[in-house]
Antibody, heavy 122, light 113 residues
Framework: QVQLQESGPGLVKPSQTLSLTCTVT??????????WSWIRQHPGKGLEWIGF???????EYNPPLESRVTISVDMSKNQFFLNVRSVTAADTAVYYC??????????????WGQGKLVTVSS | DIVMTQSPDSLAVSLGERATIICKSS????????????LAWYQQKPGQPPKLLIS???TRESGVPDRFSGSGSGTDFTLTISSLQAEDVAVYFC?????????FGQGTRLEIK
């Protein structure tokens, strides 16, 4: 059974960098051929796809966030990471990591982490 | 970007009655070469991540009760719960995976009347 778990600081100061880790268990980022995404949900709002990474290091980001976001992977630890630079209060959200089911860049998500609430505040 | 619009924003249905949620995409998510609609539905309960219910517009995920069904093609889709149960109270989202950026509907909150 694949499981994903987000970790990282729950409070980030404005203008700093938000950094989260997604640890994958029960499956391999390297072997599975899936695309691994970050998705966020502003309080009481809908879902916003941030971007994905493939084990090869290929990434794609949502254009409105592209200039501030980096997704990376450490296959030795079976983890992938999210960095969001120059955060503001508008980046306050629950951040989810998720796995794409069909092993294609444009995909739907079958496994999700429990989510990590990140608040941007001084 | 493909904009996904759901209606209604909220819905109250009596136990045992039918609930219908609409999702419209700003452009077709039907891929002609394989005749598949790149549309998924999720259920989200408070404090939990979204749970995949349906993919390819109408393929129910294993373990999802058969009272949940998806239909539609092109730009117009429907999620139907045939007989509402108390545990179905949740927010429901549609998502297109026809192209990136991947986009979701704004969500429909389903409550018991």
């Amino acid at each position: 059974q694949v499981q994903l778990q987000e970790s990282g600081p729950g409070l980030v100061k404005p203008s700093q960098t938000l950094s989260l880790t997604c640890t994958v268990t029960g499956g391999s980022i390297f072997n599975d051929g899936h695309y691994w995404s970050w998705i966020r949900q502003h309080p009481g709002k809908g879902l916003e796809w941030i971007g994905f990474i493939y084990y090869s290091g290929t990434t794609e980001y949502n254009p409105p966030l592209e200039s501030r976001v980096t997704i990376s992977v450490d296959m030795s630890k079976n983890q992938f990471f999210l960095n969001v630079r120059s955060v503001t209060a508008a980046d306050t959200a629950v951040y989810y990591c998720a796995r794409g089911r069909e092993q294609q860049p444009s995909d739907y998500f079958d496994y999700w982490g429990q989510g990590k609430l990140v608040t941007v505040s001084s | 970007d493909i904009v996904m619009t759901q209606s209604p924003d909220s819905l109250a249905v009596s136990l045992g009655e039918r609930a219908t949620i609409i999702c419209k995409s700003s452009q077709s998510v039907l891929y002609s070469p394989n005749n598949k609609n790149y549309l998924a539905w999720y259920q989200q309960k408070p404090g939990q991540p979204p749970k995949l219910l349906i993919s390819w517009a109408s393929t129910r995920e294993s373990g999802v009760p058969d009272r949940f069904s998806g239909s539609g093609s092109g730009t117009d889709f429907t999620l139907t719960i045939s007989s509402l149960q108390a545990e179905d109270v949740a927010v429901y989202f549609c998502q297109q995976y026809y192209s990136t950026p991947l986009t979701f509907g704004q969500g429909t909150r389903l409550e018991i009347k």
